[in-house]
Protein backbone atom coordinates (compact mmCIF):
# COMPACT_ATOMS: atom_id res chain seq x y z
CA UNK A 1 0.00 0.00 0.00
CA UNK A 2 2.90 2.43 0.00
CA UNK A 3 1.95 3.56 -3.51
CA UNK A 4 -1.19 5.13 -2.00
CA UNK A 5 0.77 7.56 0.00
CA UNK A 6 2.08 9.00 -3.37
CA UNK A 7 -1.07 9.24 -4.86
CA UNK A 8 -2.27 12.49 -6.64
CA UNK A 9 -4.65 14.67 -4.25
CA UNK A 10 -7.45 14.48 -6.63
CA UNK A 11 -7.91 11.72 -8.97
CA UNK A 12 -10.39 12.71 -11.34
CA UNK A 13 -9.60 10.48 -14.30
CA UNK A 14 -8.06 13.10 -16.17
CA UNK A 15 -8.29 10.54 -19.37
CA UNK A 16 -12.11 10.95 -19.85
CA UNK A 17 -11.69 14.04 -20.76
CA UNK A 18 -8.92 13.57 -23.38
CA UNK A 19 -10.68 11.50 -25.04
CA UNK A 20 -13.74 13.21 -24.95
CA UNK A 21 -16.25 9.90 -24.48
CA UNK A 22 -19.44 9.12 -25.91
CA UNK A 23 -22.61 10.82 -25.13
CA UNK A 24 -23.83 7.89 -23.12
CA UNK A 25 -21.02 7.63 -20.61
CA UNK A 26 -20.71 11.62 -20.52
CA UNK A 27 -24.35 11.36 -19.03
CA UNK A 28 -23.36 8.67 -16.07
CA UNK A 29 -22.16 11.45 -13.78
CA UNK A 30 -26.22 12.98 -13.91
CA UNK A 31 -27.64 9.46 -13.54
CA UNK A 32 -26.04 8.90 -10.70
CA UNK A 33 -26.61 12.48 -9.42
CA UNK A 34 -30.47 12.34 -9.95
CA UNK A 35 -32.25 10.31 -7.13
CA UNK A 36 -30.77 12.15 -4.47
CA UNK A 37 -30.25 15.75 -5.81
CA UNK A 38 -33.79 15.50 -6.88
CA UNK A 39 -34.94 14.21 -3.36
CA UNK A 40 -32.61 16.96 -1.65
CA UNK A 41 -34.16 19.70 -3.81
CA UNK A 42 -37.77 18.75 -3.50
CA UNK A 43 -37.46 18.08 0.34
CA UNK A 44 -34.96 20.52 1.68
CA UNK A 45 -34.85 23.08 -1.27
CA UNK A 46 -38.37 23.70 -2.05
CA UNK A 47 -39.76 23.73 1.30
CA UNK A 48 -37.78 26.56 1.76
CA UNK A 49 -38.97 28.52 -1.18
CA UNK A 50 -42.70 27.11 0.51
CA UNK A 51 -41.85 28.80 3.50
CA UNK A 52 -40.83 32.19 2.32
CA UNK A 53 -43.86 32.44 0.64
CA UNK A 54 -45.91 31.19 3.60
CA UNK A 55 -44.21 34.33 5.91
CA UNK A 56 -45.91 36.50 2.95
CA UNK A 57 -49.44 35.12 3.60
CA UNK A 58 -52.45 36.21 6.11
CA UNK A 59 -55.27 34.57 6.49
CA UNK A 60 -56.43 32.11 9.16
CA UNK A 61 -56.79 28.26 10.15
CA UNK A 62 -60.34 28.75 9.07
CA UNK A 63 -60.41 30.94 5.75
CA UNK A 64 -57.19 29.38 4.66
CA UNK A 65 -53.93 31.25 3.77
CA UNK A 66 -53.05 33.37 1.02
CA UNK A 67 -50.57 35.28 0.03
CA UNK A 68 -50.79 39.18 -0.01
CA UNK A 69 -47.10 40.17 0.66
CA UNK A 70 -47.87 40.71 4.21
CA UNK A 71 -43.94 42.03 4.64
CA UNK A 72 -45.03 43.66 8.30
CA UNK A 73 -45.40 40.23 9.62
CA UNK A 74 -41.49 40.31 9.39
CA UNK A 75 -41.38 43.50 11.48
CA UNK A 76 -44.33 42.27 13.99
CA UNK A 77 -41.79 39.16 14.32
CA UNK A 78 -38.99 40.71 15.33
CA UNK A 79 -40.44 43.70 17.16
CA UNK A 80 -42.28 40.95 19.57
CA UNK A 81 -39.28 38.26 19.35
CA UNK A 82 -35.92 40.13 19.34
CA UNK A 83 -34.83 39.10 22.70
CA UNK A 84 -35.39 35.33 22.06
CA UNK A 85 -33.12 36.14 19.29
CA UNK A 86 -30.27 38.03 20.97
CA UNK A 87 -30.62 35.69 23.61
CA UNK A 88 -30.08 32.62 21.15
CA UNK A 89 -27.01 34.48 19.56
CA UNK A 90 -25.89 35.03 23.08
CA UNK A 91 -26.34 31.44 24.35
CA UNK A 92 -24.88 29.72 21.16
CA UNK A 93 -21.76 31.93 21.14
CA UNK A 94 -21.29 31.04 24.78
CA UNK A 95 -21.70 27.44 24.26
CA UNK A 96 -20.01 27.58 21.76
CA UNK A 97 -16.50 28.85 23.22
CA UNK A 98 -17.30 26.42 26.41
CA UNK A 99 -17.06 23.81 23.71
CA UNK A 100 -13.95 25.42 22.81
CA UNK A 101 -12.13 25.81 25.72
CA UNK A 102 -13.35 22.54 27.09
CA UNK A 103 -12.82 20.16 23.73
CA UNK A 104 -9.77 21.43 22.98
CA UNK A 105 -7.62 19.99 25.55
CA UNK A 106 -9.48 16.76 25.45
CA UNK A 107 -8.79 16.74 21.43
CA UNK A 108 -5.19 17.39 22.01
CA UNK A 109 -5.12 14.72 24.81
CA UNK A 110 -6.52 12.18 22.44
CA UNK A 111 -3.77 13.22 19.28
CA UNK A 112 -1.00 13.29 21.43
CA UNK A 113 -0.76 12.51 24.62
CA UNK A 114 -3.27 9.36 24.87
CA UNK A 115 -0.95 6.40 23.51
CA UNK A 116 -2.48 3.29 23.25
CA UNK A 117 -5.41 4.34 25.15
CA UNK A 118 -6.52 6.72 22.32
CA UNK A 119 -9.26 4.09 20.67
CA UNK A 120 -10.82 4.06 24.57
CA UNK A 121 -10.67 7.61 25.34
CA UNK A 122 -12.07 8.39 21.45
CA UNK A 123 -14.90 5.12 22.13
CA UNK A 124 -15.63 7.24 25.84
CA UNK A 125 -16.09 10.25 23.46
CA UNK A 126 -18.54 8.97 20.93
CA UNK A 127 -20.69 6.06 23.08
CA UNK A 128 -22.89 8.60 25.18
CA UNK A 129 -24.65 9.22 21.93
CA UNK A 130 -25.68 6.24 22.01
CA UNK A 131 -28.15 7.00 24.74
CA UNK A 132 -31.15 9.51 23.25
CA UNK A 133 -29.69 12.96 23.76
CA UNK A 134 -33.04 14.01 25.67
CA UNK A 135 -32.37 11.11 28.22
CA UNK A 136 -28.88 12.36 28.67
CA UNK A 137 -30.66 16.41 28.76
CA UNK A 138 -33.08 15.21 31.41
CA UNK A 139 -30.17 13.98 33.65
CA UNK A 140 -28.81 17.21 33.99
CA UNK A 141 -32.41 17.93 35.78
CA UNK A 142 -30.83 15.73 38.34
CA UNK A 143 -27.43 16.59 38.26
CA UNK A 144 -28.41 20.20 38.81
CA UNK A 145 -31.19 20.22 41.08
CA UNK A 146 -32.03 22.40 44.00
CA UNK A 147 -29.91 21.13 47.08
CA UNK A 148 -27.52 18.75 45.08
CA UNK A 149 -23.86 17.99 45.67
CA UNK A 150 -23.05 20.48 42.45
CA UNK A 151 -24.95 23.00 43.26
CA UNK A 152 -23.98 22.78 47.46
CA UNK A 153 -19.85 22.70 45.87
CA UNK A 154 -20.90 25.67 43.84
CA UNK A 155 -22.10 27.72 46.48
CA UNK A 156 -19.64 26.92 49.04
CA UNK A 157 -17.34 28.14 46.62
CA UNK A 158 -19.00 31.11 46.29
CA UNK A 159 -19.06 30.89 42.46
CA UNK A 160 -22.80 30.92 42.44
CA UNK A 161 -22.28 34.81 43.69
CA UNK A 162 -20.08 35.20 40.58
CA UNK A 163 -22.36 33.95 38.24
CA UNK A 164 -25.61 35.85 40.11
CA UNK A 165 -23.69 38.97 39.71
CA UNK A 166 -23.03 38.32 36.10
CA UNK A 167 -27.19 37.29 35.39
CA UNK A 168 -26.50 33.75 34.71
CA UNK A 169 -27.97 32.39 38.00
CA UNK A 170 -30.46 33.32 40.16
CA UNK A 171 -29.61 33.12 44.15
CA UNK A 172 -28.72 29.38 44.96
CA UNK A 173 -30.40 28.15 42.26
CA UNK A 174 -28.72 26.77 39.08
CA UNK A 175 -32.08 24.79 37.57
CA UNK A 176 -34.09 27.07 35.20
CA UNK A 177 -31.33 29.53 34.73
CA UNK A 178 -29.30 30.76 32.07
CA UNK A 179 -25.90 28.79 33.39
CA UNK A 180 -28.23 25.35 32.90
CA UNK A 181 -29.25 26.14 29.65
CA UNK A 182 -25.51 27.13 28.07
CA UNK A 183 -24.34 24.27 30.60
CA UNK A 184 -26.68 21.68 28.54
CA UNK A 185 -25.66 23.43 24.85
CA UNK A 186 -22.23 23.12 25.95
CA UNK A 187 -22.83 19.63 26.82
CA UNK A 188 -25.12 18.53 23.86
CA UNK A 189 -22.80 19.74 21.30
CA UNK A 190 -19.39 19.19 22.59
CA UNK A 191 -18.54 15.95 21.11
CA UNK A 192 -19.21 18.10 17.67
CA UNK A 193 -16.48 20.23 18.85
CA UNK A 194 -13.71 17.70 19.76
CA UNK A 195 -14.27 15.42 16.44
CA UNK A 196 -13.14 18.06 14.02
CA UNK A 197 -9.99 19.42 16.35
CA UNK A 198 -9.01 15.68 17.02
CA UNK A 199 -8.86 15.14 12.87
CA UNK A 200 -6.94 18.28 12.61
CA UNK A 201 -4.66 17.69 15.37
CA UNK A 202 -3.96 14.40 14.22
CA UNK A 203 -2.51 15.33 11.04
CA UNK A 204 -0.16 17.25 12.77
CA UNK A 205 3.50 15.92 11.88
CA UNK A 206 5.01 15.76 15.99
CA UNK A 207 8.17 16.31 14.96
CA UNK A 208 7.14 19.80 13.93
CA UNK A 209 6.66 19.81 17.77
CA UNK A 210 10.53 18.53 18.24
CA UNK A 211 11.64 21.01 15.79
CA UNK A 212 9.66 23.91 18.07
CA UNK A 213 11.33 22.39 20.43
CA UNK A 214 14.89 22.24 19.20
CA UNK A 215 14.82 25.84 18.02
CA UNK A 216 14.21 26.68 21.76
CA UNK A 217 10.64 27.14 22.13
CA UNK A 218 8.90 26.87 24.83
CA UNK A 219 6.23 24.31 24.95
CA UNK A 220 3.18 27.80 25.43
CA UNK A 221 5.19 29.22 22.41
CA UNK A 222 4.92 25.63 20.41
CA UNK A 223 1.56 25.89 21.28
CA UNK A 224 0.97 29.01 20.31
CA UNK A 225 2.77 29.35 17.42
CA UNK A 226 2.74 25.97 15.68
CA UNK A 227 -0.08 23.58 17.04
CA UNK A 228 -2.92 26.09 17.28
CA UNK A 229 -2.50 28.06 13.74
CA UNK A 230 -2.38 23.93 12.36
CA UNK A 231 -5.48 23.24 13.97
CA UNK A 232 -7.15 26.46 12.80
CA UNK A 233 -9.65 24.30 9.77
CA UNK A 234 -10.55 22.16 13.00
CA UNK A 235 -11.33 25.28 15.32
CA UNK A 236 -13.54 26.73 12.34
CA UNK A 237 -15.17 23.28 11.82
CA UNK A 238 -16.19 22.58 15.13
CA UNK A 239 -17.12 26.09 15.99
CA UNK A 240 -19.81 25.74 13.19
CA UNK A 241 -20.45 22.72 13.78
CA UNK A 242 -21.55 23.83 17.77
CA UNK A 243 -22.79 27.10 16.80
CA UNK A 244 -25.40 26.44 14.57
CA UNK A 245 -27.19 23.47 16.37
CA UNK A 246 -26.83 25.56 19.44
CA UNK A 247 -28.40 28.83 17.94
CA UNK A 248 -31.85 27.10 16.34
CA UNK A 249 -32.00 24.64 19.70
CA UNK A 250 -35.13 24.75 21.84
CA UNK A 251 -35.08 21.52 23.79
CA UNK A 252 -31.86 22.47 26.42
CA UNK A 253 -34.18 26.19 27.22
CA UNK A 254 -37.22 23.82 27.56
CA UNK A 255 -36.15 21.21 29.63
CA UNK A 256 -33.67 22.91 31.84
CA UNK A 257 -34.58 26.72 31.57
CA UNK A 258 -37.42 28.51 32.66
CA UNK A 259 -40.04 31.08 30.57
CA UNK A 260 -37.36 33.54 31.12
CA UNK A 261 -35.17 31.46 29.22
CA UNK A 262 -36.54 30.89 25.95
CA UNK A 263 -34.96 31.08 22.46
CA UNK A 264 -35.66 31.62 19.23
CA UNK A 265 -36.53 27.61 18.34
CA UNK A 266 -38.89 27.95 21.52
CA UNK A 267 -40.95 30.58 19.60
CA UNK A 268 -40.96 28.55 16.21
CA UNK A 269 -41.83 25.81 17.45
CA UNK A 270 -44.82 26.99 19.39
CA UNK A 271 -46.00 29.27 16.65
CA UNK A 272 -45.92 26.72 14.37
CA UNK A 273 -47.36 23.45 16.86
CA UNK A 274 -49.53 25.07 19.76
CA UNK A 275 -50.20 28.61 18.39
CA UNK A 276 -50.66 27.30 14.64
CA UNK A 277 -49.82 30.54 13.05
CA UNK A 278 -47.63 29.72 10.09
CA UNK A 279 -46.75 33.04 8.39
CA UNK A 280 -44.95 34.30 11.92
CA UNK A 281 -43.24 31.07 12.13
CA UNK A 282 -42.17 30.81 8.94
CA UNK A 283 -40.85 34.17 8.90
CA UNK A 284 -39.20 33.86 11.98
CA UNK A 285 -37.29 30.67 11.04
CA UNK A 286 -36.63 33.01 7.42
CA UNK A 287 -34.77 35.18 9.87
CA UNK A 288 -33.30 32.83 11.39
CA UNK A 289 -31.86 31.05 8.34
CA UNK A 290 -30.97 34.18 6.68
CA UNK A 291 -28.95 35.60 10.01
CA UNK A 292 -27.43 32.25 10.32
CA UNK A 293 -26.09 31.92 6.83
CA UNK A 294 -24.93 35.48 6.52
CA UNK A 295 -22.75 35.07 10.29
CA UNK A 296 -21.64 31.66 9.07
CA UNK A 297 -20.53 33.09 5.16
CA UNK A 298 -18.36 36.11 7.17
CA UNK A 299 -17.01 33.86 9.55
CA UNK A 300 -15.69 31.56 6.79
CA UNK A 301 -14.23 34.46 4.79
CA UNK A 302 -12.32 36.14 8.13
CA UNK A 303 -10.58 32.66 9.08
CA UNK A 304 -9.62 32.36 5.34
CA UNK A 305 -10.49 29.01 5.33
CA UNK A 306 -13.09 28.63 1.91
CA UNK A 307 -11.92 25.25 1.21
CA UNK A 308 -13.68 24.10 4.22
CA UNK A 309 -17.23 23.18 2.25
CA UNK B 1 3.73 21.86 41.35
CA UNK B 2 5.88 21.12 38.92
CA UNK B 3 4.17 17.92 37.73
CA UNK B 4 0.76 19.38 37.77
CA UNK B 5 1.70 21.76 35.23
CA UNK B 6 3.89 19.48 33.17
CA UNK B 7 0.07 17.19 33.13
CA UNK B 8 -2.01 20.05 32.74
CA UNK B 9 -3.55 19.45 29.73
CA UNK B 10 -4.19 15.77 30.57
CA UNK B 11 -6.01 16.83 33.54
CA UNK B 12 -8.25 19.07 31.83
CA UNK B 13 -9.31 16.55 29.11
CA UNK B 14 -9.93 14.14 31.81
CA UNK B 15 -11.79 16.71 33.32
CA UNK B 16 -13.87 17.23 30.35
CA UNK B 17 -14.09 13.51 29.40
CA UNK B 18 -15.76 13.22 32.97
CA UNK B 19 -17.77 16.02 32.02
CA UNK B 20 -19.12 14.10 28.55
CA UNK B 21 -19.68 10.63 30.73
CA UNK B 22 -21.31 12.03 33.86
CA UNK B 23 -24.45 12.49 32.46
CA UNK B 24 -24.53 8.55 31.37
CA UNK B 25 -23.61 7.68 34.63
CA UNK B 26 -26.47 9.42 36.22
CA UNK B 27 -29.09 7.78 33.24
CA UNK B 28 -27.85 4.33 34.33
CA UNK B 29 -27.11 4.52 38.12
CA UNK B 30 -31.58 6.21 37.85
CA UNK B 31 -31.94 2.98 36.16
CA UNK B 32 -32.19 1.35 39.79
CA UNK B 33 -34.26 3.95 41.14
CA UNK B 34 -37.76 3.31 42.95
CA UNK B 35 -38.89 7.22 42.36
CA UNK B 36 -42.13 8.82 44.51
CA UNK B 37 -44.32 9.91 42.31
CA UNK B 38 -44.09 10.18 38.25
CA UNK B 39 -40.63 12.01 38.10
CA UNK B 40 -37.28 9.62 38.18
CA UNK B 41 -34.96 12.98 39.37
CA UNK B 42 -34.27 11.96 43.06
CA UNK B 43 -32.73 9.01 43.92
CA UNK B 44 -34.64 7.02 46.32
CA UNK B 45 -34.20 3.31 46.56
CA UNK B 46 -32.03 0.89 44.93
CA UNK B 47 -34.49 -1.67 42.73
CA UNK B 48 -34.59 -3.77 39.80
CA UNK B 49 -38.14 -3.44 38.68
CA UNK B 50 -37.75 -1.54 36.29
CA UNK B 51 -35.21 -3.58 34.24
CA UNK B 52 -37.48 -6.70 34.98
CA UNK B 53 -39.95 -4.88 33.42
CA UNK B 54 -38.82 -3.18 30.44
CA UNK B 55 -41.79 -2.34 28.42
CA UNK B 56 -44.61 -2.06 31.50
CA UNK B 57 -44.99 1.48 30.51
CA UNK B 58 -47.55 1.89 27.67
CA UNK B 59 -46.74 2.43 24.47
CA UNK B 60 -42.65 2.74 25.19
CA UNK B 61 -41.89 -0.07 23.34
CA UNK B 62 -43.83 0.85 20.44
CA UNK B 63 -42.46 4.01 20.01
CA UNK B 64 -39.03 2.23 20.22
CA UNK B 65 -39.63 -0.24 17.49
CA UNK B 66 -41.31 2.12 15.43
CA UNK B 67 -37.92 4.57 15.94
CA UNK B 68 -35.63 1.38 14.82
CA UNK B 69 -37.72 1.04 12.16
CA UNK B 70 -37.14 4.53 10.57
CA UNK B 71 -33.68 4.15 11.68
CA UNK B 72 -33.34 1.44 9.33
CA UNK B 73 -35.29 2.35 6.55
CA UNK B 74 -33.54 6.18 6.50
CA UNK B 75 -30.36 4.22 6.58
CA UNK B 76 -31.11 2.42 3.52
CA UNK B 77 -32.13 4.79 1.44
CA UNK B 78 -29.43 7.58 2.72
CA UNK B 79 -27.03 5.36 1.98
CA UNK B 80 -27.84 4.39 -1.29
CA UNK B 81 -28.82 8.41 -2.92
CA UNK B 82 -25.80 9.35 -0.69
CA UNK B 83 -23.09 6.88 -1.56
CA UNK B 84 -24.26 7.70 -5.61
CA UNK B 85 -23.81 11.16 -5.64
CA UNK B 86 -20.48 10.60 -4.07
CA UNK B 87 -19.27 8.80 -6.73
CA UNK B 88 -20.21 10.92 -8.86
CA UNK B 89 -18.83 13.92 -7.12
CA UNK B 90 -15.32 12.16 -6.63
CA UNK B 91 -14.87 10.17 -9.96
CA UNK B 92 -16.59 12.97 -12.46
CA UNK B 93 -16.52 16.37 -13.84
CA UNK B 94 -19.29 18.06 -14.96
CA UNK B 95 -21.44 21.37 -15.42
CA UNK B 96 -23.21 22.29 -11.99
CA UNK B 97 -20.77 20.11 -9.75
CA UNK B 98 -20.21 23.49 -7.54
CA UNK B 99 -23.98 23.79 -7.12
CA UNK B 100 -24.28 20.20 -6.04
CA UNK B 101 -22.01 20.64 -3.47
CA UNK B 102 -23.76 23.54 -2.37
CA UNK B 103 -27.11 21.77 -2.43
CA UNK B 104 -24.55 19.08 -0.31
CA UNK B 105 -23.82 21.12 2.37
CA UNK B 106 -26.56 23.66 2.96
CA UNK B 107 -28.58 21.17 5.18
CA UNK B 108 -25.61 20.40 6.95
CA UNK B 109 -25.28 24.29 7.87
CA UNK B 110 -28.41 24.87 8.59
CA UNK B 111 -30.48 24.54 12.01
CA UNK B 112 -32.88 21.94 12.40
CA UNK B 113 -35.75 23.58 12.89
CA UNK B 114 -35.38 25.78 9.80
CA UNK B 115 -35.54 22.39 7.89
CA UNK B 116 -38.32 21.13 9.55
CA UNK B 117 -40.57 23.94 9.84
CA UNK B 118 -40.28 24.29 5.90
CA UNK B 119 -40.69 20.60 5.61
CA UNK B 120 -43.63 20.52 7.98
CA UNK B 121 -45.10 24.10 5.69
CA UNK B 122 -44.40 21.98 2.24
CA UNK B 123 -46.49 18.88 3.41
CA UNK B 124 -49.91 21.10 5.27
CA UNK B 125 -49.61 23.17 1.62
CA UNK B 126 -49.63 20.03 -0.48
CA UNK B 127 -52.04 18.15 2.43
CA UNK B 128 -49.89 15.10 2.78
CA UNK B 129 -51.26 13.17 6.11
CA UNK B 130 -48.02 13.35 9.06
CA UNK B 131 -46.97 10.12 9.93
CA UNK B 132 -44.59 7.21 9.07
CA UNK B 133 -43.92 8.04 5.62
CA UNK B 134 -43.31 11.74 6.20
CA UNK B 135 -41.22 11.43 9.12
CA UNK B 136 -39.15 8.72 6.94
CA UNK B 137 -38.68 11.45 3.80
CA UNK B 138 -37.35 13.85 6.48
CA UNK B 139 -34.78 11.65 8.14
CA UNK B 140 -33.59 10.32 4.24
CA UNK B 141 -33.42 14.03 3.49
CA UNK B 142 -30.95 15.07 6.42
CA UNK B 143 -28.98 11.84 6.54
CA UNK B 144 -28.18 12.45 2.59
CA UNK B 145 -25.48 15.10 3.21
CA UNK B 146 -23.55 13.06 5.98
CA UNK B 147 -23.19 10.13 3.60
CA UNK B 148 -21.98 12.30 0.78
CA UNK B 149 -19.33 13.98 3.20
CA UNK B 150 -18.26 10.14 4.77
CA UNK B 151 -17.80 8.13 1.12
CA UNK B 152 -16.63 11.10 -1.04
CA UNK B 153 -13.44 11.21 1.57
CA UNK B 154 -12.68 8.04 0.99
CA UNK B 155 -13.56 7.57 -2.61
CA UNK B 156 -11.25 10.66 -3.32
CA UNK B 157 -8.36 9.22 -1.21
CA UNK B 158 -7.77 6.16 -3.37
CA UNK B 159 -5.48 5.19 -5.60
CA UNK B 160 -7.06 5.42 -8.99
CA UNK B 161 -4.40 3.27 -10.05
CA UNK B 162 -5.72 0.47 -8.71
CA UNK B 163 -8.14 0.76 -10.87
CA UNK B 164 -6.01 1.24 -13.75
CA UNK B 165 -4.11 -1.91 -12.39
CA UNK B 166 -7.22 -4.40 -12.36
CA UNK B 167 -8.61 -2.86 -15.80
CA UNK B 168 -5.19 -3.99 -16.99
CA UNK B 169 -5.13 -7.28 -15.62
CA UNK B 170 -8.39 -7.32 -18.13
CA UNK B 171 -11.29 -7.05 -15.36
CA UNK B 172 -13.98 -5.76 -16.84
CA UNK B 173 -15.93 -2.45 -15.64
CA UNK B 174 -18.22 -4.32 -13.76
CA UNK B 175 -15.68 -6.57 -12.24
CA UNK B 176 -13.65 -3.99 -11.26
CA UNK B 177 -16.55 -2.01 -9.85
CA UNK B 178 -17.48 -4.83 -7.22
CA UNK B 179 -13.67 -6.19 -6.52
CA UNK B 180 -11.70 -3.11 -6.53
CA UNK B 181 -13.92 -0.05 -5.85
CA UNK B 182 -16.33 -1.37 -3.87
CA UNK B 183 -14.01 -3.18 -1.14
CA UNK B 184 -11.64 -0.15 -0.85
CA UNK B 185 -15.10 2.52 -0.46
CA UNK B 186 -16.26 0.36 1.93
CA UNK B 187 -15.96 2.09 5.11
CA UNK B 188 -16.62 5.03 3.85
CA UNK B 189 -19.92 3.92 3.01
CA UNK B 190 -20.42 2.05 6.57
CA UNK B 191 -19.37 5.07 8.46
CA UNK B 192 -21.77 7.28 6.54
CA UNK B 193 -24.43 4.45 7.51
CA UNK B 194 -23.90 4.04 10.60
CA UNK B 195 -23.89 8.04 10.94
CA UNK B 196 -27.34 7.96 9.48
CA UNK B 197 -28.44 5.46 11.69
CA UNK B 198 -27.48 6.73 14.51
CA UNK B 199 -28.36 10.37 13.57
CA UNK B 200 -32.38 8.96 12.65
CA UNK B 201 -32.64 7.26 15.76
CA UNK B 202 -31.97 9.98 17.88
CA UNK B 203 -33.68 12.89 16.01
CA UNK B 204 -36.27 14.92 18.00
CA UNK B 205 -36.91 18.30 16.11
CA UNK B 206 -37.57 17.39 12.64
CA UNK B 207 -39.37 14.43 13.83
CA UNK B 208 -41.10 16.56 16.07
CA UNK B 209 -42.75 19.28 13.41
CA UNK B 210 -43.19 16.15 10.65
CA UNK B 211 -44.96 13.21 13.23
CA UNK B 212 -48.35 14.47 13.52
CA UNK B 213 -49.45 12.16 15.85
CA UNK B 214 -47.33 9.24 15.35
CA UNK B 215 -44.97 8.42 18.74
CA UNK B 216 -41.24 7.92 17.91
CA UNK B 217 -38.50 6.64 20.76
CA UNK B 218 -37.68 10.75 21.31
CA UNK B 219 -40.81 11.54 20.84
CA UNK B 220 -42.35 9.34 23.83
CA UNK B 221 -38.95 10.95 26.05
CA UNK B 222 -40.18 14.28 25.40
CA UNK B 223 -43.91 13.41 26.23
CA UNK B 224 -42.52 11.95 29.59
CA UNK B 225 -40.46 14.75 29.96
CA UNK B 226 -43.98 16.94 30.43
CA UNK B 227 -46.38 13.89 32.18
CA UNK B 228 -43.65 12.16 34.15
CA UNK B 229 -40.75 10.00 33.49
CA UNK B 230 -40.93 6.29 33.50
CA UNK B 231 -37.40 4.52 34.93
CA UNK B 232 -37.96 2.39 31.90
CA UNK B 233 -36.42 5.06 29.55
CA UNK B 234 -33.29 5.14 31.59
CA UNK B 235 -33.35 1.46 31.27
CA UNK B 236 -33.42 1.24 27.61
CA UNK B 237 -31.04 4.77 27.57
CA UNK B 238 -28.06 2.16 29.19
CA UNK B 239 -28.86 -0.51 27.43
CA UNK B 240 -28.45 1.39 24.42
CA UNK B 241 -24.90 2.08 25.60
CA UNK B 242 -23.93 -0.59 26.67
CA UNK B 243 -25.03 -3.07 23.29
CA UNK B 244 -22.88 0.08 21.46
CA UNK B 245 -19.82 0.30 23.76
CA UNK B 246 -19.90 -3.88 23.13
CA UNK B 247 -20.72 -3.50 19.44
CA UNK B 248 -17.22 -1.34 19.28
CA UNK B 249 -15.15 -2.96 21.64
CA UNK B 250 -16.23 -6.44 19.31
CA UNK B 251 -15.07 -4.09 16.33
CA UNK B 252 -11.75 -3.49 17.61
CA UNK B 253 -11.06 -7.32 18.57
CA UNK B 254 -12.26 -8.32 15.61
CA UNK B 255 -10.08 -5.67 13.51
CA UNK B 256 -7.45 -6.09 15.91
CA UNK B 257 -6.58 -9.92 15.56
CA UNK B 258 -7.31 -9.81 11.59
CA UNK B 259 -4.54 -7.34 11.62
CA UNK B 260 -2.49 -9.45 13.29
CA UNK B 261 -2.90 -12.96 11.65
Known amino acids: MSAATQAPPEPTAPALEVRKPPTRKRLVPYWLLLPGILWLLVFFAAPLVYQASTSLQTGSLEEGFKVTWHIA ?29 LGYPLAYLIAFKAGRWRNVVMILVIAPFFTSFLIRTLAWKTILAD ?7 LNSLHILDVTSAIGLTEGTRVLATPLAVVCGLTYNFLPFMILPLYTCLERIDPRLHEAAGDLYAKPATTFRRVTFPLSMPGVVAGT ?21 QKMIGNVIQSQFLRVLDYPTAAALSFILMAAILAMVTIYIRKSGTEDLV | ?28 VFSFNKPNGRFNYEWQRFSTDAWTDPCGV ?51 AMPEVVMAASLATLFLNMGIQFGFWTILIAHIMFCLSFVVTAVKARVMSMDPRLEQAAQDLYATPVQTFLKVTLPIAAPGIAAGALLSFALSFDDFIITNFNAGSTVTFPMFVWGSAQRGTPVQINVIGTAMFLIAVLCVLGGQLFTGRRKRS
Open chain 1, 73 to 101: TYWDALGEYWPQFVRSVAFAAIATLLCLV
Open chain 1, 147 to 153: GGPVVGV
Open chain 1, 240 to 260: LLTFIPAAGDYINAELLGSTD
Open chain 2, 1 to 28: MRWLRRNAVVIAGLLTLAYLILPNVIVM
Open chain 2, 58 to 108: ADLCGSLGLSLQIALWATIGATVLGTLIAFALARYRFRARSSVNTLIFLPM
